[in-house]
């Protein structure tokens, strides 16, 4: 059995991208919502804002209590920085930085996504 | 460029730093601050909450980099070791020397520990820090089930006993005096208080002196005098405290003779180049254990270094105090006991409702002298007000304590009698006329604003309210009126925007927030639009699911380890052989941990995401439906077995709680509500415990609404009585159906019957007398509701579409290997938190 901890996440930006995951098809991701992917040891939420024609990506792990639930949370928006609600205590992460908005947990990992005919990509750097 | 050391990182410490960088040019000043625990200062007056959520984090009162952000160097885990007045510098711990132009002592106190004789045995602890709670949770573990004292009587001590409970432990509250809480409370009001706590499950002993502490290595016992022992497996102590004034006293600052390091009324101690703030400050002879007193202190301090003299401490200090004792408020204020010559007291007491209310009043009858309150305190503030701003007395000064309660209207005026330079928020000394000021001049207009505009309401909280009612009054002088917004998307209350969804017709969120709304959403006011609709189309959870909450978007409760519960509806609690027994198979198929919950039904825990469609459909092939124990909606009727069984029953309660759950089932409100039914007075269903409930005495029933259990317990209260079985089902359909259209997200029946202009007569007028003329549209509402029901769970899994969405990852068919379970008692409970 593993358990995953917070150094499994380290944030990927567009230029460190080494590889592009494909990860699923559009139809996978309910739209305003999200849905949990699997890439090697780790757990990638990826979300679908459709109201802001964006897709996020971020670690599925919530850094309060080390569950994997953040594809589950609902996804909205404050001073319009998109953000991710997690289910269990509704600790806000900012989707575009990963910093904890109402509370002064560590920042969650993000990700980029890009949408290629009809599929999903994530990019990692390993 | 100045430097300024602050020793000791508590709530004072903080206060004083806080206050600072809010008014001195941080580039003259550099602020130090040393703090020996491993954690930055946090709220210890809350420190019992630590154990409702173990959330340490929570009790900060700023977090590490707000330090940063202020240039404040932070220090943590480093004590000052020693002070060197002669080169104006300190040493630390960690054997590193710093120097100062002011040095701020702020280094709190200690729990006083009396020399008893087996003090150091194994299970004896204090109360003050974290640590000390976390070690006294860990030994508390390993004797669960035991008995736990605790030394002393006082505040601190009370909410140790509160914890110990929490603990798991049976609760020994052990004091000196003849009395609980001596410094607070007289002798009447202090029985009360005890009556209150025994009934809740805290033993009392009083006058007891204790003489050792028995055991071998480890704490077996107590013992007070010849042959009187108390048998207990720990022991905290909590009998006052002791200044840390260690480094004072090494340093040749002028010393108390019990301890305390001497000040002045500018906060300095003998040497004015080092002042002296909160528990470590001897100030006319007095420590002073509050808070409000040692935030002005470190006001005091703080512009005393700025160089405003004119800042004085002030000779009397104000002792009054009010807060919630194990769920009982406690107040006292000004001169609580008072010697006849002085005035005369109004006391009233209400043993059966644990209440007592004293005003101590001078002999004219003019002014107010102070007072204690114990089991309802919501005057506490009104009055305290009176006492400080020597405010005439009411013709009658009783009115005061007495005429409050019930219908009839409340003794005061509003809180704009106040003159303005009242002191409103004790903790941060803010005044009625700065709250205002802040709302008519400054341009806030919400509690949120204000508070971090003032400061006001962000000490112990306690005069919130006063606060919201300063804010709404002064914006209605600006001929605003005061709306409670739902949240930044939607300048609607839930009542206007269930108006307009019903009014416009619409039926899907993003719709609703392009039209009426701004942004993009959030997690207020998704779930809270969801229920709308829920409650206007009866639709299911199923068809938005992305605007739910978590528990209404996969129609399961999520527990801790992000795995998922799983309860049917068992109506009434009537359940049959048969149906236990294929409960009983799908739960030991699954692996799940089942228990029964206090709603009279059953609760399998443990069920991992992709598992919970499979576990339905078995359940409903069995006959079950769901319970919706994951909605905020109906969750049971609990029923006593009534005249069909008891010998004293009046009617059949059972029945009525099949039929009455069956009839409210799936219909979703702003919060989850709960019904009853008992078959005779006796109330074993506690039906006067929830939202409605219903008792049968003779010639009918008897309606209640408006109660529950939870962490404010209240009764329900009489809607009618004596009615036939139609007739009550009337009532409750208009009081549920009128309680969904107005009241606020997230709010149950009590609060909402508490907050409704009129209160129970209003509601009755409503629903009995139609004085609305709404009660056609209400049962309307209510009969398309109970007519559209169905199972949502069927729905799930008979359509593939929704089935999909149960699946952990999108693009594997592994699970989730993160969830890890440990046995326990024979079933199995999720691993503890890293």
């Known amino acids: 059995m593993t358990t995953l901890g917070l150094s499994t996440y380290k944030t ?34 990826i979300f679908n804002f459709t109201r802001e024609g964006t897709w996020y990506a971020c670690q599925n792990l919530c850094p309060h209590k080390m569950e994997m639930v953040l594809s589950r949370g609902m996804i909205g928006e404050e001073n319009m920085e998109a953000k991710v609600a997690c289910p269990l205590h509704k600790n806000n992460f900012s989707l575009k930085t990963g910093k904890h908005l109402n509370g002064d947990l560590e920042a969650i990992a993000t990700y980029p996504v890009k949408v290629k005919d009809g599929f999903v990509y994530v990019g990692f750097s390993e | 460029m100045q430097t300024i050391i602050v020793v000791g990182n508590g709530m004072v410490g903080y206060k004083f730093c806080e206050k600072f960088v809010a008014q001195a040019d941080t580039k003259k000043y550099k602020l130090i601050v040393f703090g ?59 054997n590193r020397t710093f120097s100062y132009d002011h040095l ?138 002791r200044p840390r004034d260690e480094l004072g006293k090494s340093a040749g600052l002028d010393m108390g003779t019990r301890g305390g390091i001497v ?95 004293r005003i101590n009043v001078s002999h004219d009858g003019k002014k107010l002298l102070g007072g204690i309150l114990v089991g309802e305190a919501d005057d506490y503030n009104m009055l305290l007000q009176m006492y400080q701003n020597e405010m ?86 600006l001929g605003k009126t005061v709306k409670v917004q739902i949240c930044e998307h939607f300048e609607y209350s839930r009542q206007e925007l269930f108006d307009i969804v019903k009014l416009r017709g619409v039926q899907d969120y993003d719709e609703l927030l392009d039209t009426v709304g701004t942004g993009h959403g959030c997690e207020v006011c998704k779930p809270a639009v969801a229920a709308i609709f829920a409650s206007i189309y009866n639709e299911t959870a199923n068809k938005q699911n992305t605007i739910q909450d978590t528990n209404d978007r996969y129609l399961a409760n999520i527990q801790r380890n992000g795995t998922y519960s799983v309860v049917p509806r068992v109506a009434g609690g009537e359940i049959t052989p048969k149906q236990l027994m294929a409960m009983g198979r799908i739960a030991q198929k699954y692996d799940l941990y089942t228990k029964i919950t206090g709603g009279q ?33 109906l969750r049971t ?106 009241a606020l997200p997230l709010q149950r029946t009590a609060p909402w019957l508490e907050k409704l202009e009129g209160g129970i007569t209003y509601l009755q007028n409503v629903v009995i007398n139609d004085s609305l003329g709404i009660v056609e549209e209400l049962d309307a509402e209510m009969q398309a509701l109970v007519d559209s029901y169905k199972c949502e769970w069927k729905e799930a899994v008979e359509t593939p579409e929704i089935r999909e969405r149960y699946t952990h990852f999108v693009n594997s068919e592994e699970t989730d290997d993160n969830i890890e379970f440990v046995s326990l008692r024979e079933q199995k409970m999720p691993k503890e938190w890293a």
């Open chain 1, 12 to 45: 990927v930006t567009e230029e460190d991208v080494k590889f592009w995951f494909k990860a699923a098809s559009v139809s996978k991701f309910p739209s305003n919502g999200g849905a949990c992917i699997k890439y090697k040891n780790k757990q990638i939420a």
């Open chain 2, 36 to 94: 020996e625990e491993p954690r930055v200062a946090y709220d210890r007056v809350h420190l019992s909450e630590f154990f409702e959520d173990g959330d340490a984090e929570r009790l900060s009162l700023a977090p590490r980099s707000w330090y940063q952000e202020n240039t404040i160097e932070l220090y943590t885990n480093e004590r000052v070791s020693e002070i060197n007045r002669a080169t104006k510098t300190i040493s630390t711990s960690k």
């Open chain 2, 104 to 241: 701020v002592l702020a280094t709190g106190s200690v729990p006083f520990v009396p020399p008893i004789r087996g003090v150091e045995k194994k299970g004896v602890f204090v109360y003050r820090t974290i640590e000390d709670l976390e070690e006294t949770l860990a030994y508390a573990n390993t004797v669960k089930g035991g008995k736990a004292a605790i030394l002393g009587g006082g505040l601190l001590g009370l909410e140790a006993a509160k914890a110990v409970m929490d603990m798991g432990l049976e609760p020994h509250v052990v004091e000196f005096a003849p009395k609980l809480m001596p410094r607070q409370l007289d002798s009447r009001s202090s029985k009360v208080l005890q009556v209150k706590l025994e009934s809740m499950g805290i033993n009392i002993h009083l006058s007891k002196a204790t003489n050792q502490i028995l055991g071998n290595g480890k704490i077996t016992g107590m013992e007070f005098g010849e042959d009187d022992t108390l048998d207990v497996d720990m022991l905290v102590i909590s009998a006052g405290i």
């Open chain 2, 263 to 357: 000040v002045n009324n500018k906060m300095e101690t003998s040497d004015p180049n080092i002042v002296a703030i909160g528990e470590v400050a001897l100030y006319n002879q007095m420590i002073y254990g509050l808070v409000a007193p040692g935030y002005e202190m470190a006001q005091v301090a703080v512009d005393q270094i700025l160089g405003k003299e004119e800042t004085k401490m002030a000779a009397e200090i104000d002792m009054s105090t009010k807060l919630k004792l194990i769920g009982v408020d406690v107040a006292s204020f000004g001169t609580p006991f008072m010697p006849s010559d002085k005035g005369h007291s109004i006391i009233f007491e209400n043993k059966t409702e644990s209440l007592y209310k």
């Open chain 2, 392 to 477: 005439p007395l009411p013709e009658n000064p009783e009115a005061l304590i007495i005429g409050g309660r019930g219908e009839g209207g409340v003794s005061f005026g509003s809180a704009m009698d106040l003159p303005d330079t009242a002191v409103v928020c004790s903790c941060e000394a803010v005044t009625k006329g700065a709250i205002c000021c802040s709302v008519l001049e400054d341009g806030n207009e919400n509690l949120k604003s204000v508070a971090q505009a003032t400061k006001a309401a962000t000490g112990c909280g306690g005069c919130k309210p006063m606060v919201s009612d300063l804010i709404t009054e002064s914006l209605k002088t």
């Open chain 2, 601 to 633: 039904r059953i609760d399998m825990f443990g069920a991992k995401l992709h598992e919970l469609p499979l576990i339905w459909e078995e359940l409903i092939k069995e006959g079950f439906e769901t319970g919706q124990a994951y909605g905020k909606s």
């Open chain 2, 637 to 742: 009727v609990k029923s006593c077995v009534g005249s069909t069984w008891c010998r004293y029953g009046m009617d059949e309660s059972v029945s009525f709680a099949v039929e009455i759950e069956n009839r409210y089932k799936g219909i979703r409100s702003p919060h989850k509500f709960k019904g009853g039914v008992s078959g005779c007075i006796r109330e074993c269903a506690e039906a006067r415990g929830k939202d409605f409930g219903f008792i049968a005495v003779e010639g009918g029933w008897n309606v209640y609404v408006g109660g529950n259990g939870g962490a404010n317990p209240k009764h329900a209260i009489l809607l009618a009585e004596k009615v036939d079985k139609e007739t009550a089902i009337k009532y409750v359909d208009r009081f549920i159906m009128f309680y969904i259209k107005t």
